[in-house]
Nanobody, 113 residues
Framework: QVQPVESGGGLVQPGGSLRLSCAAS????????MAWYRQAPGKEREWIAL???????TYADSVKGRFTISRDNAKNTVYLQMNTLKPGDTAVYYC???????WGQGTQVTVSS
C-alpha cells in the first residue's frame, strides 16, 4: 500500500511560487495514478490535479494554467509546482493514490502579504 508524505509548504506572498513534494512508499508507486487535493479553512477537501502512471495530467479549473503536477517514478515522488499563487490557494495540501488511497498528514500553504 502506498503511504504518502507531503512536504514543501510554507508562507508565500501573492504572485509567488512553491513546489510541493509527495514521497510515497510502496513498490507499486509507478503503476498508480496519483492526485493532489487541498482543504481550505471551513471548506471541504477538493481534488485539484491528477497524473496517471503514463504521465497524463488533469486539473481542476481553479488551478489550471497555474499549477503543474509531475512525477519521478525513480524517486517514488509526485510534485506540484504552484505559480501565481493567490490568497484563495491557502489550504492544507494532500496527495494520495487516486481514487482510494490513504491520506497523508498534508502540508500547509499560506498565501498572504
Amino acid at each position: 500500500q502506498v503511504q504518502p508524505v507531503e512536504s514543501g509548504g510554507g508562507l508565500v506572498q501573492p504572485g509567488g511560487s512553491l513546489r510541493l513534494s509527495c514521497a510515497a512508499s510502496g513498490s507499486s508507486f509507478s503503476s498508480n495514478t496519483m492526485a493532489w487535493y487541498r482543504q481550505a479553512p471551513g471548506k471541504e477537501r477538493e481534488w485539484i490535479a491528477l497524473i496517471t502512471s503514463g504521465g497524463r495530467t488533469t486539473y481542476a479549473d481553479s488551478v489550471k494554467g497555474r499549477f503543474t503536477i509531475s512525477r519521478d517514478n525513480a524517486k517514488n515522488t509526485v510534485y506540484l509546482q504552484m505559480n501565481t499563487l493567490k490568497p484563495g490557494d491557502t489550504a492544507v495540501y494532500y496527495c494520495k493514490v487516486w481514487p482510494l488511497g490513504s491520506w497523508g498528514q498534508g502540508t500547509q500553504v499560506t498565501v498572504s502579504s
